[in-house]
């Protein structure tokens, strides 16, 4: 099993950012997903989760109005799309999957927020 993210980077505040997690080995579908962050020294925080068909997607209240999840099962991706990011916003970037069968996490994406 393999969770791969991609799309992080440096960032000016204001600005946006696609995150992408593709995932193999598993059957996509079946996996609550999630994407999570973490700064040195902090616990890891959840910023946003998806269900498995996609229509239900919660947020953390910091990142709400600002951040989308989305998931294309066919691909087996997963998104983040994070808008009007601000500095506080600085972290590595982790995308989890969560099933029955399992919990997986990726390797995780940094994402700088700076001027």
């Known amino acids: 099993v393999q969770l791969v993210e991609s799309g992080g980077g440096l960032v000016q505040p204001g600005g946006s950012l696609r995150l992408s997690c593709a995932a193999s080995?598993?059957?996509?579908?079946?996996?609550?997903m999630g994407w999570s962050r973490q700064i040195p020294g902090k616990q890891r925080e959840l910023v946003a989760s998806?269900?498995?068909?996609?229509?239900?997607?919660r947020y953390a209240d910091s990142v709400k109005g600002r951040f989308t999840i989305s998931r294309d099962n066919a691909k087996s991706t997963v998104y983040l799309q994070m808008n009007n990011l601000k500095p506080e916003d600085t972290a590595v970037y982790y995308c989890?999957?969560?099933?029955?069968?399992?919990?997986?996490w990726g390797q995780g994406t940094q994402v700088t927020v700076s001027s």
């Open positions: 998806i269900n498995t068909g996609g229509g239900n997607t």
């Open positions: 989890n999957a969560n099933s029955y069968r399992g919990n997986y």
């Open positions: 080995g598993i059957i996509l579908s079946i996996y609550e």
